[in-house]
């Protein structure tokens, strides 16, 4: 069993090449129990490779039905949308107009206001979504991690990781730029049904051993991600998985989550 514990999984591919058609048929097979069980699918999405990945896999699929999917965003830069560094407007040149979501599926955050009303905004923005949860309970949210173990927009030794009852939080002072942010927090990010962390590349190696192999007594942000109630799983390439030492499942291709 490829599972350390239930429904927490540590998968490893040669490559982002074997990682990415996985992860695309984890969304989908994500979409398809959770239009089946409660008739919407709500999605988050992370910026950086994940775009590119995500974007190139899913269209390489046989065609969704995105008539039923919610897609929100576990982070976002406060710039506009045509800015290179905008995580929605990323995946509005290279996946949204190639799938039928409706716009009203897909929450953006009000560009134009300062940071902590736009924080604000799109806690209403979910609010409305998720009416009567007291966090969104999210069907699926794809997260990265940074070098630094940062994930979302929440930064090693910053104050918003102690945040308990903001469901979105402004950040004014990224320490990786821009400067300007707004965030899930933890509470909303370990209330989803299923989280899954694409790290790959060399770079991430030391920490990702830190995170997988202390957990908790880790002291980066992204080793408190661990769902109350959900599925939790890293896909991950080997030059990342470098230095661990722990258990883990090597798919053969084809694998499916």
């Known amino acids: 069993c490829w599972c350390s514990a239930p429904g927490l999984g540590f998968v490893v591919f040669p490559s982002s090449a074997e990682l990415g058609p996985v992860l695309a048929h984890l969304v989908i097979s994500r979409a398809e129990k959770a239009i089946a069980s409660h008739g919407r699918f709500t999605l988050g999405l992370s910026g950086g490779s994940l775009v590119s990945m995500l ?20 982070d976002e830069r406060l710039v506009s949308f045509d800015d290179p560094e905008s995580t929605f407007g990323l995946y509005k ?36 979504v998720f009416p009567g949860e007291e966090f969104p309970v999210f ?25 308990t009852k903001k469901i979105v939080a402004p950040i004014s002072d990224s320490p990786k730029p821009p400067p300007q942010r707004v ?8 209330a989803a049904r299923c989280v899954a962390f694409v790290s790959t590349g060399g770079s991430k190696a030391t920490v990702l ?49």
């Open 183 to 190: 965030t899930m927090t933890f509470p909303v990010v370990n």
């Open 55 to 74: 974007s190139k896999e899913l269209l390489a699929l046989p065609q969704p039905d995105c008539s039923k999917w919610v897609i929100g965003f576990c």
């Open 93 to 128: 040149n290279q996946l949204f107009p190639k799938i039928n979501i409706p716009e009203s599926g897909i929450l953006t955050i009000d560009s134009s206001l300062p940071v902590a009303e736009c924080a604000e905004d799109y806690a209403c923005k979910l609010k409305q």
């Open 209 to 257: 051993k830190e995170v997988l192999e202390d957990g908790k007594a880790s002291p980066y942000p992204a080793a408190r991600v661990a769902p109350t109630s959900g599925e939790l799983f890293w896909l991950i390439d080997d030059p990342a998985a470098a230095a661990l030492t722990i258990q883990v499942e090597r798919p053969g291709a084809g694998a499916k989550l």
């Open 139 to 163: 069907d699926l949210l794809l997260l990265g991690m940074g070098p630094d173990g940062h994930t979302c927009s929440l930064f090693p030794g910053h104050p918003l990781l102690e945040e």
